[in-house]
T-cell receptor, first 114, second 118 residues
Framework: AQSVTQLDSHVSVSEGTPVLLRCNYS??????LFWYVQHPNKGLQLLLK????ATLVKGINGFEAEFKKSETSFHLTKPSAHMSDAAEYFCVVIQLDSNYQLIWGAGTKLIIKP | GAVVSQHPSWVICKSGTSVKIECRSL??????MFWYRQFPKQSLMLMATSNEGSKATYEQGVEKDKFLINHASLTLSTLTVTSAHPEDSSFYIC??????????????FGSGTQLSVL
């Protein structure tokens, strides 16, 4: 069975400092992994995705994530946080053996301090 | 890229009324669509899998008579919350897999519907 664990329910950083949102997964197959962001009162937006190409994936708004198979991790990073990054972030793995059903992490709320 | 349109984005209704949410795949055919619900401060939870031309498959604990799903065509799935109550207030989102492309390229999301039941 596949699962996704987001290690922090809340992360608080100061504006201009680096962001690290942690995600670990378990998968019986080579996984496809996503990061989504949900801003308050808005729908989900895809930040980036890993699909067995380059292990370092660059996404929108300066975010990137590195797929590390040995650590079963797919942590999301950004060098310098901006106030507009305040949102909830979801790590997701795609379940290949079940009609492409998504397995969602519990989410991490990113708080940006001025 | 492929687009999934979901509407309404927001709906406020009185307790006891029914609300219909539509999910459309705009430039591809979706034989399957997924409906999710997000509880406050929690991750999305799969409610049901909508199958074109057949009955939806509901997850354990989801009331079939409460959340009616109809997948009448290859581009449209609807979720109807019947006799809505305040505890049904939530964020509902659909997704549709687009076949014929590698895994990870296949899933597209609607923008979600925020339902508030007074």
């Amino acid at each position: 069975a596949q699962s996704v664990t987001q290690l922090d329910s809340h992360v608080s950083v100061s504006e201009g400092t680096p962001v690290l949102l942690r995600c670990n997964y378990s998968s019986s197959y080579s996984p496809s992994l996503f990061w989504y962001v949900q801003h308050p009162n808005k729908g989900l937006q895809l930040l980036l995705k890993y699909t067995s190409a380059a292990t370092l994936v660059k996404g929108i708004n300066g975010f990137e994530a590195e797929f590390k198979k040995s650590e079963t991790s797919f942590h999301l990073t950004k060098p310098s946080a901006h106030m507009s990054d305040a949102a909830e972030y979801f790590c997701v793995v795609i379940q290949l053996d079940s009609n492409y059903q998504l397995i969602w992490g519990a989410g991490t709320k990113l708080i940006i301090k001025p | 890229g492929a687009v999934v349109s979901q509407h309404p984005s927001w709906v406020i209704c009185k307790s006891g009324t029914s609300v219909k949410i539509e999910c459309r795949s705009l430039d591809f055919q979706a034989t399957t669509m997924f409906w999710y619900r997000q509880f406050p401060k929690q991750s999305l939870m799969l409610m049901a899998t909508s199958n074109e031309g057949s009955k939806a498959t509901y997850e354990q604990g989801v009331e079939k008579d409460k959340f009616l799903i109809n997948h009448a065509s290859l581009t449209l799935s609807t979720l109807t919350v019947t006799s809505a109550h305040p505890e049904d207030s939530s964020f509902y989102i659909c997704s549709a897999p687009r076949r014929g492309r590698p895994p990870g390229e296949k899933l597209f999301f609607g923008s979600g519907t925020q339902l508030s039941v007074l």
